[in-house]
């Protein structure tokens, strides 16, 4: 069974430029989840997609980041414009109804 | 609301040696517990997870957990360390019937020569 795939794996930009990351998640997963991680912490949830409609989004920056899955499947992730604290390394996971969630390899962000 | 604490941000540990990682959580009502482990550059992979029943859960890589409802704790432990045990792990803890996973800080296991 394949993975959860996410690309690109690294990005570099400057500060007020925006950037999107892609998801797809494993196949018949009806759940999907954002993550950011700054490094040395935890992952915190940035949005929750059920199929095509959103869970939560109440820790996603909406002034600058977005978020859309178009026909339950795959995802994307913008953010417009980014700031110096959005380097982080964005984590896309899927789950199942076993409470279990799948990681993909996640796309480090870098802002200069 | 619901809190993970991983109580050591670092554990060395040489080679062979057990090993536990600490992990308290703050919740009034039943929960589910994971431990999930990040190799570098790599995303999250499950370890193992307490969703109910026996409260020793065992997982993969010779990894076990055991679920403390009195003491709010999902320890972490392994009976014999290997270098490639060296990653970062982390606890997370998901309230009842919610599907938002929250994170500890993660523990850095190093595994020493």
């Known amino acids: 069974e394949a993975g959860v795939a996410q690309s690109p794996r690294y990005k570099i930009i400057e500060k007020r430029q925006s950037v999107a990351f892609w998801c797809n998640p494993i196949s018949g997963h009806a759940t999907l989840y954002w993550y950011q991680q700054i490094l040395g912490q935890g992952p915190k949830l940035l949005i929750q997609?059920?199929?095509?409609?959103?869970?939560?989004d109440s820790q996603l920056p909406k002034d600058r980041f977005s978020a859309e899955r178009l026909k339950g499947v795959d995802s994307t992730l913008k953010i417009q414009p980014a700031k110096l604290e959005d380097s982080a390394v964005y984590l896309c996971a899927s789950g199942t109804e076993t409470y279990e969630q799948y990681f993909g390899p996640g796309t480090r962000l870098t802002v200069t | 609301a619901q809190s993970v604490t991983q109580l050591d941000s670092q554990v060395p540990v040489f080679e062979e040696a057990p090993v536990e990682l600490r992990c308290n959580y703050s919740?009034?009502?039943?929960?589910?517990l994971f431990w999930y482990v990040q190799y570098p550059n790599q995303g999250l992979q499950l370890l193992l997870k307490?969703?109910?029943?026996?409260?020793l859960v065992k997982g993969i890589n010779g990894f076990e957990a055991e679920f403390n409802k009195s003491q709010t704790s999902f320890h972490l432990r392994k009976p014999s360390v290997h270098i490639s045990d060296t990653a970062e792990y982390f606890c997370a803890v998901r309230l009842g019937s919610a599907r938002q996973l929250t994170f500890g800080s993660g523990t850095q296991l190093t595994v020493l020569p």
């Open positions: 919740s009034s009502v039943s929960v589910y």
């Open positions: 307490y969703l109910s029943g026996s409260t």
């Open positions: 997609f059920q199929n095509n409609g959103v869970v939560d």
